[in-house]
């Protein structure tokens, strides 16, 4: 494992988390919790695919794991928003 297999799910986690906390504003968490749900997300979404597709240190590799990232740190920034949004109803 380097340092670019850690990087870049961190990376695009921590983007794919703050994207869709602008696009959807009324389940953000803000700054900090977009970014930190993005990497957490972003983490288990790179590892994810880097499992499916096996091949971690090749740049096709990582252009899916980096996707991979995206998705998961945007999913589950929504997926922890809305749950907050539901829970602050109550």
């Known amino acids: ?9 961190i990376i695009t986690g921590g983007v ?4 869709a906390g602008a696009l959807m ?3 953000s968490l803000g700054l900090v919790g977009n970014t930190v749900a993005g ?11 880097n ?5 971690g240190g090749e740049p096709s590799g ?19 928003g809305v749950v907050k949004n539901m829970m602050n109803k109550n």
């Open 1 to 9: 494992m380097d340092i670019m297999s850690l990087l870049i799910p």
């Open 16 to 19: 794919g988390g703050n994207v």
């Open 25 to 27: 504003k009324k389940s």
């Open 39 to 49: 990497i957490v997300g972003g983490g288990a979404g790179g590892t994810i695919i």
């Open 51 to 55: 499992q499916i597709t096996g091949s």
């Open 62 to 80: 990582m252009l899916g794991a980096a996707a991979g990232s995206l998705v998961g740190g945007g999913g589950l920034m929504a997926v922890i």
